[in-house]
């Protein structure tokens, strides 16, 4: 039977703390084995978008601020919150395609790989999250850094229209023509939005014909060589290949290298025909000292298989901690600046994720939005471990490292997997000075009795 509350039926299930299933219902809406020690009051599991007037009116006469979940992806737990309602969108999951339009309207909790399954039969190509289990939801909201995100810019650029239920119980439509601000604020405002999105229309790619990887893996010993010229290698590709070092803690023994931390350049091209996505990859081939690498020549693959590919690095069932930084910097410095931090890591599994370019630099992919890349390198640490014993080891480890990646504390973040506990700037510091004002504003405007949460900072 539906819950009644005086606002109207819900559908879903309503589960107040204490209640049985309410733990499960806490711990499932957290990705990330490390579960933060915060407790909503109520958690409503919503059924469908009608749920959510309902229930957004019942938390106003209640008192609770509203926290929402689609996929429970947040390194940080943002959506979990002492006391108030945590509306968990994991159940919206409609997705349907429009090959005509090349476009896809999409619920919440439609995850990467549900999205690549839908549009592969239309030939048609998404920037999804470089995670299968990431959830459109908060990672378009956040702006979105997915696959080939270089040429095709921040996923949110391809948001065209999101369906939304404001502070208030309304549910609107926005768009670049339609409740425009609120739109803006859409597409980058990431676990500060201030609406509850039940759905997306999205535009849609033509499916890259012919995938490709390479990698080269080298000990760390090489890495100053390694960074100067990949990073001079890899801003001199088209735009549709992809190019990351990852920085592994740990790494089996090589012909040249005895077990121990290693740097990986790996590059995927997003190509229309084998032909083209070879000659894109090449001049990684050229590697002056490719003699010392353990390689992986270009072979085809997949969105699917790439999905694969990231779950080997960060696997379920794990604890996790994460940071983000954009810098000023050259990307040759930071690598310098954390090679040791990244040799000390208390778990193997730890690693630093370096795309370089991330996302494309075209205006006309970065407008309207409150997304924005804020600098000129960028990095993701992500502590890694399984051992409740070593949370404190490894929590510490991250900041350390990146401390060191940024000294002055001037640097920009990255709002879908910084460390939001870190400080009470790193929300603030995710924005350019004047989205961060507008977003504050567009926070009033909308939400004038702050019905809903707003970023996760350090308890005072």
């Not at 006309?364 to 804020?374: K, Q, V």
Request: glycine share 8%; proline share 8%; aromatic share 8%.
């Amino acid at each position: 039977m539906p819950e009644r509350t005086p606002a109207g039926p819900i559908e879903g299930a309503l589960i107040r703390r204490g209640d049985p299933g309410y733990d499960r219902a806490r711990t499932d809406a957290v990705w990330n084995g490390l579960l933060p020690e915060r407790f909503p009051e109520v958690i409503l599991q919503a059924a469908a978008e009608g749920d959510i007037p309902p229930a957004l009116a019942w938390a106003r006469a209640q008192g609770l601020q509203v926290s929402t979940r689609s996929g429970g992806h947040n390194w940080s737990g943002s959506q979990l919150r002492e006391g108030g309602m945590l509306i968990d969108l994991s159940r919206l999951r409609h997705c349907s395609v429009d090959p005509a339009s090349a476009t896809a309207e999409v619920g919440p909790a439609v995850t990467g790989r549900d999205l690549v399954e839908a549009l592969a039969p239309h030939d048609l190509a998404f920037p999804v999250g470089h995670c299968s289990s990431v959830a459109v939801g908060g990672f378009l909201l956040s702006g979105g850094l997915g696959w080939n995100s270089r040429a095709w810019g921040p996923a949110c650029a391809d948001v065209l229209e999101i369906r939304a239920v404001t502070a208030d119980g309304r549910t609107v439509i926005c768009s670049e023509t339609e409740n425009a601000d609120l739109f803006w604020a859409a597409r980058g405002a990431g676990p500060g939005f201030f609406a509850v999105v039940t759905g997306f229309r999205l535009g849609l790619h033509p499916h890259p014909a012919a995938i490709t990887t390479t990698s080269l893996t080298f000990p760390s010993a090489d890495l100053e060589r390694v960074t100067g010229w990949a990073v001079r290698t890899a801003r001199d590709l088209p735009s549709n290949v992809e190019t990351a070092f990852v920085l592994a803690a740990s790494g089996e023994a090589t012909a040249t290298a005895s077990p121990g931390p290693r740097i990986t350049v790996g590059a995927t091209a997003f190509a229309a025909t084998r032909d083209e996505a070879l000659a894109a990859l090449e001049p990684l081939d050229a590697c002056p000292f490719a003699e010392r690498a353990l390689s992986r020549p270009p072979e085809p693959t997949s969105f699917a298989a790439l999905h694969d590919g990231a779950g080997q690095l960060w696997p379920r069932a794990h604890r996790y901690a994460a940071d983000t930084l954009w810098s000023a910097e050259s990307y040759e410095t930071l690598m310098a600046r954390i090679a040791g931090a990244v040799a000390r890591a208390p778990s193997g599994r730890s690693l630093v994720l370096v795309p370089v370019q991330p996302v494309s630099t075209e205006p006309a992919l970065l407008r309207n939005m409150a997304f924005s890349a804020l600098g000129e390198s960028y990095l993701v640490c992500y502590a890694i471990w399984d051992d409740p014993a070593a949370d404190g080891a490894n929590s510490g480890w991250l900041r350390e490292t990146m401390a060191a990646a940024d000294p002055s504390g001037r640097g920009g973040h990255y709002i879908a997997e910084t460390d939001l506990e870190a400080d009470a700037a790193r929300a603030r510091r995710s924005y350019a000075p004047a989205d961060w004002d507008r977003l504050q504003e567009l926070k009033l405007t909308w939400d004038p009795d702050n019905v809903f949460h707003s970023y996760l900072a350090p308890v005072t």
